[in-house]
Structure formats: structure tokens, C-alpha cells
């Protein structure tokens, strides 16, 4: 991972939408008064959600300022965390996991498919700018391996029919169903439950 | 109560609550090796050097950051430790390029000392070196940040002791870059001093670039006169050249910082000189002899009424110089007419604590409350703005302005701006008065703003009063501060440098203005406004500035770093400037000039060496300090505003203007329209 790079092309402005906004004082309302800075990831996060998954330069400063706190601390939050990028990555933003058990469930052969069928390069939009897909290290979904994520949604249990499937419907500008592509429920064994047959909602 | 031991390499010594162990290893004598942790700043603990081994720990101890409780055993000089140390230098130097004879840090560098005694003598890492690319951090800082090792002492410095945190680290693990947000400029004025902070050299100083080896320099002790602080520093010649000024520690004064100011406008002492005498022919200045200029000055001298004559002292000016050009005008003009304050405020020269910083640059820290009176000290005495600043960090003591300053690093209250409010301060109306009268230790500091003619006598008489009526001008605590600008001013007044009487505290002025002179002598004074109509005017100084422009008669004199002299500083404190470097080309030091003038006019003055010329100084010195009054003027009510006159930072004074680096900071400052934090939308 090298550092960041910074978009050179940059929208003038940032402004929280009218939900967005209301989402931020709720934020930074958890926090005590002279601690309002501790809500810069959650907004940052928030900024990220409204303008296609990427923070422009004008947003940083619109938190810097809504939490009083200098332009150089929101900045190196942002370059801090992999989960925040500083470039357009399209609005479908694809993040294959590639940590040990995805790889040995297959995850290098999700990564060729992205290659394929995304942009040649990790971070690159696809031509109709509307996807790009990047590699990540542990999603943290290791029991549904291999995994990816698309913007807020996991993708579970994947094989390359369904992935390439579920990269076709992202070109087509729609979201496919989040979860299991094997339907399994949460980790649950593929053919329903075994144990705990008695409780309910187990 | 028992005092806590601790035990470092089987010596037992006491500590202090709150120490931790590195301080510990100090008190006993051991040296840690260290380069995130520094004194006066907060503790990070991250570059790993100074560890240390401590009983009943399996592992070193990082010892900056651990605290020093009772009965601790520690170790310096083991196996472990050194093998740990050796550790931890070989990863710093892992990515560190090997560049120390073209890194203007060579020969005072931490790193290069350090790795001499924990250094490997080869590497096993094998990788590509990282490289980063060079930042931006405005006219006065180089950087070369894949020099850099991240001790972080930089970024804690700008949010810490300068409060504008203006530098942060970006990036993560490896990429870790130092930089300001978008590779701005940084604003502050203290914001040099982090190139001394850095413990490699990845910050450096721009203007000093390439310029000489640290130990080809002569150095130099002495002290600062762009601002009244008298900040101690030292200077570093190369011949006759100033190469580069470096701070002093002085717990007292400036701690061991320096403003960008005080270190930069060094490189105006070798532009714009003044290297022979000239003199005036035809509307045309041409270079003359000593002699010539002299007995042209002494013969213009007999035209005139002595009280014709005037003479003006400017603001860089030592004591030698003001103390032989006073003798020089009682004795061989017989006139009296000599002032100080080109800036035409009002003083009180009666008694020494009309005029001084009474509190003390050390006693900010013990205040609980100060109230700023037409004053900006961040720019009027920017080092001083940095104890306060301190001052607040350590107690969140409250303060309050009269006269909205901007900016000033920490939050102070801004109230009106009309002189009414000291008369209901005075009155004991308004309820900043309650808040004075219950603090213990509170502090007023009135600036040149709000000193101005009727106004400032008011202004000052009636918050004199005001403290002295509550007890707060007291043997222990004296609350009352002028915060002058000039390093010569209270030196000049301890002197008696002015035509100030009982009556008429402006006599001086109003008798320019009136055109009652035609012979003017400045005494380097640049900062002046009048008419010259025809009047005729001598100029002694060091450069070639306001003053010389209109100058009949110019004689070369020496700046602050090309003489020995005494300084006193708003304090009050007498301090000595010790000569690094000579006056250019036939120059002169000030005092020579006056003793040669009066010897040429057959009156010698009182003393023929500067030993005695420094004697008499003290002498009178401590005749003003021995004389207290307590007297108190109650002043009728003047109306008027209180607005904080705006200065040009970078420009103040000769030196200061010509001098390019200080010409490229103020052209970068102007750009900034409020600093560091824009303020919440």
C-alpha cells in the first residue's frame, strides 16, 4: 500500500445532505462538548456514503470545520484508514478479500474476474465508470469465504459463476441481493440448521 | 512524608511526584539516549531509544514514558539495554539515507551522535531505502523528509507551544509523511524553531542552506533586540558574516525558543549598510572621510541654538550608545532636547514600574488572570505570547482583552473597546473589576495601542491606581505590565532619554511638530514621521533606511551583533550583547563616534573606555530601581476608543527591512486571513 493518492480533480464545495447532516449531529452528539473531534471518522465515513464512496478535499475541510478542529487532524484521519479513500472509486466499489482463507476458498480467481471484467488495474473505474474494484486484507467474514464487499454489502460463499454474475448486474448500474450467494442464512450450514433445532431464532 | 527512591545502577536517588523514569536516570547521572522525547513537550514515546532495563521486567522499558514510583530498580548499562538500544537504531537507520556529508545537520545531528555509540557497522536490510518526497513548509524550513524519523517532536511543537497546529503525520506504518495540510506555509511566527527540534536532518533552515559546517562557526553569546523581550541567543559568524542565530536557554526569558523574526532577519545585517560617512552636497549624498563628516557636523552644530538642537533615540540602540549620545548632548551641546519614543505614546518616567513588564515573563505562569489593554502581544513580543500561552494550557486561567488583537493561540474574551469601560473597571462597575479584586495574582498588560497621547494617560493612570487601591502593586506581585516593543526603550528611559516633565509629557513632539528644531540628530531612529522642511539632520546608524534617506550628515555605526553592549529588556533586566562580528568598512562602534565628537569639540566626556562607560551605566541603573515613589495621578475621564494599531511583523525595524528572508515571509504572511483553524461556520 503506498500512501494515498489525492484526486487532482476536486468539486468546489462539499455540503452534508439535509439526512446526512441531521445523521452527523446525532454523531457528534455522543461525544461530550470539548470532545467533538472524536466524531471525525463516523463523518468522514458519512461523507463517503453521500458522494460515491470518496472523500474530495472540500469535505475535509467541511468536517474540520463542523467539529472545530484543524484541517491537518481530519487529513491525517483520512490517509490513516484504508477504509477511507481520498479518489473517485466508482459508485460500486468493489473490495476483494485476498487474507489466507478467502485465498485458499479461491479468492485470487474472484481477483481475476475484477481484472477481467472490471479495470486491468486495482483502483482504476471501468469503462462506463461506474465500478472499480481493489484488494483488501480480512474482511472479518472468513466462515462464508471467499468474500467480497460491495460498498456496504458482503458478498459471501463466492465461485466464479455468481461473482461474474454479480459483477454483470453492477455494470448494469443495480445492486444484486446482499448476503450468501449459496443462501445459506448468516453461517449456518448451506442445508439449514443442525443444532439448536428447539430455539427460534437461534 | 517520605520521599519516593528510586535506584539507578545501584545508586539511590530521590525523586519528585510525577517524574518518570528517564528524568530518574538523569537526576543520577545516567545518560538516555532519546529523539521523540523532549522536555517541553507532551510525552509520545515512540521512537524507542531510550530504553532501559528494569527489574522484575521481562522486557526494556520505554523509560520517557514509564513513571518513576518508589523503589524501582533501574539499569542503564547492560548487555540488554545495549542490545535492545542497538535494535531499535538499526530500524531507524534502516530507512535513513546515508547522506550526512551533504545534510546541513552533520556535526549536530542526534542520529549521527547516536549511531556512533548504538550504531550496527553494517546493515541486513536489504529492501530499497524508502523515499519521500520533499514538503513545502514555507520560506523558512527546508525539508528532506526521507531523512525523517518520525519522533513527531514537530507536530507536538505546533499544536503544543506555538498553538497552531498547522503539521500532522499523514499516511500509515511505512508511508508515514510530516506535513503541513496541502503543503501550506506554515503561519506561525515561532514556527522555526521546530529545525532546531528536529533530532535529524529532515527539517533544516532554508535561508541557511548549504551555507557553512556547524563547527566552522565562531559562536557567539548574545541577545536579541527585534523585539523588548532581549531573547537570548547565539550567533554564528563566518568571518565578518552572520551565518545563522540560534537560541539561548533562559528559563527566565525565552525558555529556548526564538521567534522566526529574531532568527531570521540576520541576513539584513549584511545588506543595505552603511559603510562610510556621507554627507549631503547639492541634494546629492557622497561618500566623505570621518574627519570631513565630523568637522562638517561640528561647525552646522555652532549655527544653531542649543535649543535648536534635538536628537532622537531609535529602538535597537544599546545602552552605551543612548547613555554617550545623552552625555554628548548635556555636555557638548547643552540641550536637553532628546526623546526616546518615536512612537509617541505616553510614559510615566518617574518611577521604574511606570514603564516595565512588572510581573515578569516568568510570573505569567503563576497569574490566574490577565487582562490584555490595547495589545497584541503574538505579534508585539511573540515569545512572550508563547508563555502565556503556556500560562493557559497549565491553569486555564481566564483572559481578557480590551481591543479585539485576532488570533492570539489560546481563547481569551474580547470586551468592548472604549475607554469608558476602564472607567467602570476603575469605578468598580463592571464585573471584570470583581473578577481582578478576587484573584490572586492577576495581571494587567497595556500595550503601545492603547498609550497614545491624552487617552493613554488616561488609560494608564487610572488602571494604575486602580491596582494600587486593591493592593495589588505589592512587594511580591505587581500586577501592573507595559509591554514595550523596542529594545532599547526601557534602557533608554532607565537612562532618562526623554523631555519629559511633571506637566508636559509630549514636549518634545509638539515642538517638532512646531518646527521649534533645525538640527536633528537620529541615533538609528528609522521609525519617525514629521516634515523635514529645513531642517538639518544627522543620521547615525547601521543602515541605510527611513532615516538616511533624509539625512544631511550620515555616520556608519555598528548593529546589535558587532558590539558589545547592555540591553535592558521590558522586564527590566540588564543584560549583556557580546560582539560576534566587526562593523563593515569604516564603521564605528556608537559610543567612539560620541567620545571622538567631543573630544574634537575640546569638552571630553566623563570616560575614555567602555569599562567606566559601562560603570556609570549600572550606576544610574540602579539609582532609578532604588527610586520608588508611589505616587499615584487621578486623570480626567477621555473618551475615546481603544483600537489595536496592526503591525507590519516582518518590517518592524531596519535590520528587519533589509533583510530578504524577512521581505519573502511577509510577502507569503499577507496571504493569511485567519490562522490555523477557520472558525466553525
Same mark, same amino acid.
Given at each position: 500500500?503506498?500512501?494515498?493518492?489525492?484526486?487532482?480533480?476536486?468539486?468546489?464545495?462539499?455540503?452534508?445532505?439535509?439526512?446526512?447532516?441531521?445523521?452527523?449531529?446525532?454523531?457528534?452528539?455522543?461525544?461530550?462538548?470539548?470532545?467533538?473531534?472524536?466524531?471525525?471518522?463516523?463523518?468522514?465515513?458519512?461523507?463517503?456514503?453521500?458522494?460515491?464512496?470518496?472523500?474530495?478535499?472540500?469535505?475535509?475541510?467541511?468536517?474540520?470545520?463542523?467539529?472545530? @478542529?484543524?484541517?491537518? /487532524?481530519?487529513?491525517?484521519?483520512? =490517509?490513516?484508514? +484504508?477504509?477511507? &479513500?481520498?479518489?473517485?472509486?466508482?459508485?460500486?466499489?468493489?473490495?476483494?478479500?485476498?487474507?489466507?482463507?478467502?485465498?485458499?476458498?479461491?479468492?485470487?480467481?474472484?481477483?481475476?474476474?475484477?481484472?477481467?471484467?472490471?479495470?486491468?488495474?486495482?483502483?482504476?473505474?471501468?469503462?462506463?465508470?461506474?465500478?472499480?474494484?481493489?484488494?483488501?486484507?480480512?474482511?472479518?467474514?472468513?466462515?462464508?469465504?471467499?468474500?467480497?464487499?460491495?460498498?456496504?454489502?458482503?458478498?459471501?460463499?463466492?465461485?466464479?459463476?455468481?461473482?461474474?454474475?454479480? @459483477?454483470?448486474?453492477? /455494470?448494469?448500474?443495480?445492486?444484486? =441481493?446482499?448476503? +450468501?450467494?449459496? &443462501?445459506?442464512?448468516?453461517?449456518?450450514?448451506?442445508?439449514?440448521?443442525?443444532?439448536?433445532?428447539?430455539?427460534?431464532?437461534? | 512524608?517520605?520521599?519516593?527512591?528510586?535506584?539507578?545502577?545501584?545508586?539511590?536517588?530521590?525523586?519528585?511526584?510525577?517524574?518518570?523514569?528517564?528524568?530518574?536516570?538523569?537526576?543520577?547521572?545516567?545518560?538516555?539516549?532519546?529523539?521523540?522525547?523532549?522536555?517541553?513537550?507532551?510525552?509520545?514515546?515512540?521512537?524507542?531509544?531510550?530504553?532501559?532495563?528494569?527489574?522484575?521486567?521481562?522486557?526494556?522499558?520505554?523509560?520517557?514514558?514509564?513513571?518513576?514510583?518508589?523503589?524501582?530498580?533501574?539499569?542503564?548499562?547492560?548487555?540488554?539495554?545495549?542490545?535492545?538500544?542497538?535494535?531499535?537504531?538499526?530500524?531507524?537507520?534502516?530507512?535513513?539515507?546515508?547522506?550526512?556529508?551533504?545534510?546541513?545537520?552533520?556535526?549536530?545531528?542526534?542520529?549521527?551522535?547516536?549511531?556512533?555509540?548504538?550504531?550496527?557497522?553494517?546493515?541486513?536490510?536489504?529492501?530499497?531505502?524508502?523515499?519521500?518526497?520533499?514538503?513545502?513548509?514555507?520560506?523558512?524550513?527546508?525539508?528532506?523528509?526521507?531523512?525523517?524519523?518520525?519522533?513527531?517532536?514537530?507536530?507536538?511543537?505546533?499544536?503544543?507551544?506555538?498553538?497552531?497546529?498547522?503539521?500532522?503525520?499523514?499516511?500509515?506504518?511505512?508511508?508515514?509523511?510530516?506535513?503541513?495540510?496541502?503543503?501550506?506555509?506554515?503561519?506561525?511566527?515561532?514556527?522555526?524553531?521546530?529545525?532546531?527540534?528536529?533530532?535529524?536532518?529532515?527539517?533544516?533552515?532554508?535561508?541557511?542552506?548549504?551555507?557553512?559546517?556547524?563547527?566552522?562557526?565562531?559562536?557567539?553569546?548574545?541577545?536579541?533586540?527585534?523585539?523588548?523581550?532581549?531573547?537570548?541567543?547565539?550567533?554564528?559568524?563566518?568571518?565578518?558574516?552572520?551565518?545563522?542565530?540560534?537560541?539561548?536557554?533562559?528559563?527566565?526569558?525565552?525558555?529556548?525558543?526564538?521567534?522566526?523574526?529574531?532568527?531570521?532577519?540576520?541576513?539584513?545585517?549584511?545588506?543595505?549598510?552603511?559603510?562610510?560617512?556621507?554627507?549631503?552636497?547639492?541634494?546629492?549624498?557622497?561618500?566623505?572621510?570621518?574627519?570631513?563628516?565630523?568637522?562638517?557636523?561640528?561647525?552646522?552644530?555652532?549655527?544653531?541654538?542649543?535649543?535648536?538642537?534635538?536628537?532622537?533615540?531609535?529602538?535597537?540602540?544599546?545602552?552605551?550608545?543612548?547613555?554617550?549620545?545623552?552625555?554628548?548632548?548635556?555636555?557638548?551641546?547643552?540641550?536637553?532636547?532628546?526623546?526616546?519614543?518615536?512612537?509617541?505614546?505616553?510614559?510615566?518616567?518617574?518611577?521604574?514600574?511606570?514603564?516595565?513588564?512588572?510581573?515578569?515573563?516568568?510570573?505569567?505562569?503563576?497569574?490566574?488572570?490577565?487582562?490584555?489593554?490595547?495589545?497584541?502581544?503574538?505579534?508585539?513580543?511573540?515569545?512572550?505570547?508563547?508563555?502565556?500561552?503556556?500560562?493557559?494550557?497549565?491553569?486555564?486561567?481566564?483572559?481578557?482583552?480590551?481591543?479585539?488583537?485576532?488570533?492570539?493561540?489560546?481563547?481569551?474574551?474580547?470586551?468592548?473597546?472604549?475607554?469608558?469601560?476602564?472607567?467602570?473597571?476603575?469605578?468598580?462597575?463592571?464585573?471584570?473589576?470583581?473578577?481582578?479584586?478576587?484573584?490572586?495574582?492577576?495581571?494587567?498588560?497595556?500595550?503601545?495601542?492603547?498609550?497614545?497621547?491624552?487617552?493613554?494617560?488616561?488609560?494608564?493612570?487610572?488602571?494604575?491606581?486602580?491596582?494600587?487601591?486593591?493592593?495589588?502593586?505589592?512587594?511580591?506581585?505587581?500586577?501592573?505590565?507595559?509591554?514595550?516593543?523596542?529594545?532599547?526603550?526601557?534602557?533608554?528611559?532607565?537612562?532618562?532619554?526623554?523631555?519629559?516633565?511633571?506637566?508636559?509629557?509630549?514636549?518634545?513632539?509638539?515642538?517638532?511638530?512646531?518646527?521649534?528644531?533645525?538640527?536633528?540628530?537620529?541615533?538609528?531612529?528609522?521609525?519617525?514621521?514629521?516634515?523635514?522642511?529645513?531642517?538639518?539632520?544627522?543620521?547615525?546608524?547601521?543602515?541605510?533606511?527611513?532615516?538616511?534617506?533624509?539625512?544631511?550628515?550620515?555616520?556608519?555605526?555598528?548593529?546589535?551583533?558587532?558590539?558589545?553592549?547592555?540591553?535592558?529588556?521590558?522586564?527590566?533586566?540588564?543584560?549583556?550583547?557580546?560582539?560576534?562580528?566587526?562593523?563593515?568598512?569604516?564603521?564605528?562602534?556608537?559610543?567612539?563616534?560620541?567620545?571622538?565628537?567631543?573630544?574634537?569639540?575640546?569638552?571630553?566626556?566623563?570616560?575614555?573606555?567602555?569599562?567606566?562607560?559601562?560603570?556609570?551605566?549600572?550606576?544610574?541603573?540602579?539609582?532609578?530601581?532604588?527610586?520608588?515613589?508611589?505616587?499615584?495621578?487621578?486623570?480626567?475621564?477621555?473618551?475615546?476608543?481603544?483600537?489595536?494599531?496592526?503591525?507590519?511583523?516582518?518590517?518592524?525595524?531596519?535590520?528587519?527591512?533589509?533583510?530578504?528572508?524577512?521581505?519573502?515571509?511577509?510577502?507569503?504572511?499577507?496571504?493569511?486571513?485567519?490562522?490555523?483553524?477557520?472558525?466553525?461556520?
Amino acid at each position: 500500500m503506498s500512501i494515498k493518492k489525492i484526486s487532482k480533480t476536486q468539486p468546489e464545495t462539499f455540503e452534508f445532505s439535509k439526512d446526512n447532516l441531521l445523521e452527523a449531529e446525532r454523531e457528534i452528539k455522543k461525544y461530550p462538548k470539548n470532545r467533538k473531534a472524536s466524531a471525525v471518522i463516523a463523518l468522514l465515513f458519512l461523507v463517503q456514503k453521500q458522494n460515491d464512496n470518496w472523500i474530495p478535499l472540500a469535505a475535509i475541510e467541511y468536517v474540520a470545520r463542523l467539529l472545530s @478542529i484543524p484541517y491537518i /487532524q481530519v487529513y491525517e484521519v483520512a =490517509t490513516f484508514y +484504508s477504509m477511507l &479513500n481520498l479518489s473517485p472509486v466508482g459508485k460500486y466499489f468493489v473490495q476483494v478479500c485476498t487474507t489466507t482463507p478467502c485465498m485458499m476458498r479461491g479468492a485470487k480467481k474472484i481477483a481475476d474476474l475484477c481484472k477481467k471484467h472490471i479495470s486491468k488495474d486495482q483502483n482504476k473505474l471501468s469503462e462506463n465508470k461506474l465500478c472499480s474494484w481493489t484488494e483488501v486484507e480480512c474482511l472479518g467474514a472468513c466462515v462464508n469465504a471467499p468474500v467480497m464487499q460491495i460498498n456496504q454489502d458482503y458478498y459471501e460463499d463466492l465461485d466464479e459463476n455468481k461473482t461474474k454474475e454479480i @459483477i454483470q448486474t453492477l /455494470q448494469k448500474d443495480k445492486l444484486p =441481493t446482499p448476503g +450468501s450467494v449459496k &443462501n445459506r442464512k448468516n453461517t449456518a450450514p448451506s442445508e439449514g440448521k443442525t443444532t439448536l433445532l428447539e430455539v427460534k431464532n437461534a | 512524608m517520605i520521599v519516593p527512591k528510586i535506584i539507578v545502577n545501584n545508586k539511590e536517588v530521590e525523586i519528585e511526584e510525577g517524574m518518570t523514569v528517564l528524568q530518574a536516570c538523569e537526576l543520577a547521572g545516567a545518560e538516555i539516549p532519546r529523539f521523540c522525547y523532549h522536555e517541553r513537550l507532551s510525552i509520545v514515546g515512540n521512537c524507542r531509544m531510550c530504553l532501559v532495563e528494569m527489574e522484575k521486567s521481562p522486557k526494556p522499558i520505554a523509560s520517557c514514558a514509564m513513571p518513576a514510583t518508589d523503589g524501582m530498580k533501574i539499569k542503564t548499562n547492560t548487555p540488554l539495554v545495549e542490545k535492545a538500544r542497538k535494535g531499535v537504531m538499526k530500524f531507524l537507520l534502516a530507512n535513513h539515507p546515508l547522506d550526512c556529508p551533504v545534510c546541513d545537520q552533520g556535526g549536530e545531528c542526534d542520529l549521527q551522535d547516536q549511531s556512533l555509540f548504538y550504531g550496527h557497522d553494517s546493515s541486513r536490510y536489504t529492501e530499497n531505502k524508502r523515499q519521500v518526497k520533499e514538503k513545502y513548509m514555507g520560506p523558512l524550513i527546508k525539508t528532506e523528509m526521507t531523512r525523517c524519523i518520525h519522533c513527531t517532536r514537530c507536530v507536538r511543537f505546533a499544536s503544543e507551544i506555538a498553538g497552531i497546529p498547522e503539521l500532522g503525520a499523514i499516511g500509515r506504518g511505512e508511508d508515514t509523511e510530516i506535513t503541513t495540510y496541502l503543503e501550506k506555509s506554515m503561519e506561525s511566527e515561532l514556527s522555526a524553531n521546530v529545525i532546531d527540534l528536529c533530532p535529524v536532518g529532515a527539517l533544516t533552515s532554508k535561508p541557511y542552506a548549504f551555507e557553512a559546517r556547524s563547527w566552522e562557526l565562531k559562536k557567539t553569546e548574545t541577545i536579541d533586540v527585534m523585539d523588548a523581550v532581549g531573547s537570548n541567543i547565539r550567533v554564528d559568524t563566518y568571518g565578518w558574516e552572520v551565518k545563522r542565530i540560534l537560541p539561548r536557554v533562559n528559563e527566565d526569558i525565552n525558555e529556548e525558543w526564538i521567534s522566526d523574526k529574531t532568527r531570521y532577519a540576520c541576513d539584513g545585517l549584511l545588506k543595505q549598510r552603511l559603510d562610510t560617512p556621507y554627507i549631503r552636497e547639492n541634494g546629492k549624498l557622497q561618500k566623505s572621510s570621518w574627519d570631513k563628516a565630523l568637522r562638517l557636523l561640528i561647525s552646522k552644530l555652532k549655527l544653531f541654538n542649543s535649543n535648536e538642537v534635538a536628537g532622537l533615540v531609535g529602538d535597537l540602540a544599546d545602552l552605551e550608545m543612548i547613555y554617550s549620545f545623552k552625555s554628548f548632548f548635556e555636555k557638548c551641546i547643552g540641550s536637553k532636547n532628546f526623546e526616546c519614543r518615536q512612537d509617541r505614546i505616553y510614559i510615566n518616567p518617574f518611577e521604574r514600574m511606570n514603564y516595565i513588564f512588572n510581573s515578569t515573563i516568568n510570573g505569567i505562569e503563576d497569574s490566574d488572570f490577565i487582562l490584555l489593554v490595547g495589545t497584541n502581544p503574538r505579534l508585539e513580543a511573540t515569545i512572550l505570547n508563547a508563555r502565556i500561552r503556556k500560562a493557559y494550557i497549565k491553569n486555564r486561567l481566564k483572559i481578557y482583552s480590551i481591543g479585539d488583537p485576532g488570533d492570539l493561540t489560546y481563547p481569551y474574551i474580547n470586551l468592548a473597546s472604549n475607554t469608558s469601560l476602564i472607567r467602570a473597571i476603575a469605578y468598580g462597575t463592571h464585573e471584570i473589576s470583581e473578577k481582578i479584586k478576587k484573584s490572586n495574582k492577576p495581571m494587567i498588560i497595556i500595550g503601545e495601542s492603547a498609550l497614545y497621547g491624552e487617552t493613554g494617560k488616561y488609560i494608564f493612570e487610572t488602571l494604575k491606581y486602580f491596582l494600587s487601591k486593591n493592593n495589588f502593586i505589592k512587594e511580591n506581585w505587581n500586577a501592573l505590565n507595559i509591554l514595550t516593543q523596542q529594545a532599547s526603550r526601557v534602557g533608554a528611559i532607565d537612562l532618562g532619554v526623554h523631555s519629559i516633565n511633571e506637566t508636559e509629557n509630549f514636549s518634545f513632539f509638539n515642538k517638532l511638530d512646531n518646527d521649534e528644531f533645525r538640527f536633528l540628530y537620529l541615533l538609528g531612529a528609522d521609525n519617525i514621521c514629521f516634515d523635514k522642511k529645513d531642517k538639518f539632520i544627522v543620521y547615525q546608524g547601521s543602515h541605510g533606511d527611513k532615516g538616511a534617506e533624509i539625512a544631511d550628515i550620515i555616520l556608519p555605526g555598528a548593529a546589535y551583533t558587532e558590539k558589545n553592549g547592555l540591553f535592558v529588556n521590558l522586564e527590566g533586566k540588564l543584560q549583556t550583547a557580546y560582539k560576534a562580528s566587526y562593523p563593515p568598512g569604516d564603521a564605528r562602534e556608537d559610543w567612539v563616534i560620541f567620545n571622538d565628537l567631543a573630544n574634537m569639540m575640546k569638552k571630553p566626556l566623563d570616560y575614555n573606555n567602555i569599562q567606566s562607560l559601562q560603570e556609570s551605566i549600572k550606576k544610574n541603573i540602579q539609582l532609578k530601581i532604588n527610586n520608588q515613589i508611589n505616587k499615584n495621578n487621578i486623570i480626567n475621564f477621555v473618551n475615546d476608543n481603544i483600537s489595536i494599531k496592526s503591525i507590519d511583523y516582518y518590517y518592524t525595524n531596519s535590520i528587519a527591512r533589509s533583510s530578504k528572508v524577512m521581505n519573502e515571509c511577509r510577502q507569503i504572511s499577507k496571504k493569511f486571513l485567519f490562522t490555523g483553524i477557520e472558525k466553525a461556520s
